[in-house]
């Protein structure tokens, strides 16, 4: 009988138990993706159209992504053998932290596993820099950056309400004009689907001494007249300290970045913890990446189809009376504002109507907040539409249809 390992499994199980009370316990659907046919998956020998995936251009399916990962896997093996340090850097890797620094107007960039360990990593280092440093942090910051700003010693951190200008202004104004200052922020926010007024913020952190962080994370590959984000589209690249993206949606491969200047990247490149002692990303998922950010660097067109069929699916559920969030961008959420009522709608979805949406609950949003978030593809149809509108009328609750607009 072994005390600790008896309390921790009765832990589990209560907690487990508390999470299936609550609505709130996570099972996976498991949806395998048909390259050929996207956004439709296989499930159980049945087609699913799934309305909730982050290959927000389909980009990882694209035939010349996939070529070129293939190419790289066989001329370079399945890994890269090691961390950055230790051979684990190619002429590859090199080539797509070129790029990516190009991408965003910034001198020099810098690849992690993934968007969460870049902002995690990236966020602490810049943190630890500097005694007394403190962070401004939007209220509806990604738990990445979060997690990279929590619990570092001497670190105070603020929280401004979400795209709120006077109160940010507020909260700078009350630090010691001298105090070390960081403002992190967002671009598009994945769950409410609206965008940050970027060159305001910038405008604040010149007038008080505080450097910036933005994740565009769910912009990088979409807006921009090259697909580096909102910062791109805005013209304020150069006004940011740092740039933080992701290999995994918009690009459809997987990985992260962020890009700066020399010394910050070189800085961050150097002391990062969760660079240094990870192997790094395989040469096939490099490759592949490289093929895909080139590509969308070129192919304005693909960008420019984005924004019809989320126009459009908009317009469709405003026409239905389905009460949509009032989002600026290919993000249309549907507030469901309640943990057990949002997982019965996206189950009946699935089981009555082959449509995937995932249900976004509590700690992604504040409980009360519960909702599906869709995201409108270039290559969902029209008829994809109308029947995703048609199944929603028939199983969101009837509140949530009377509230519409
Ligand atoms: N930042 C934001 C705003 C995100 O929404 C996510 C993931 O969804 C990440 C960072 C992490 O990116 P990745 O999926 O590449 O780890």
Redesign the pocket.
Known sequence: MNATRTAFHAHCRDGLDALRAEGRYRDFAQLERDAARFPVYRQGGRDVTVWSS?DYLGMGRHPAVIAAGQAAMAAHGAGAGGTRNISGTSPLHAALEAELATLHGMPSALLFG???VA?QAAISTILSALPGFHVLSDEKN?A??IAGMRGLPGVTRHIFRHNDLGHLERLLAAIPASAPKLIAF?SVY?MDGDIAPIGAICDLAERHGAMTYL?E??AVGLYGATGGGISERDGVQRRLDVIEG?L?KGFGV?G?YVAGREEVVDHIRSTASGLIFTTSLPPSTVAAALASVRHLKEDGALRARMAGPARLLKRKLDEAGIARMPSESHIVPVMVGEAKAVREVARRLMDEHAIYATPINYPTVPRGGERLRLCATPFHTEAMMDALVAALRQVLPKAVLRQAA
């Open positions: 982050n993934s968007g969460y902002n990604h990445s950056m967002e994945s994740d994370v769910h992701t995994a997987v992260g």
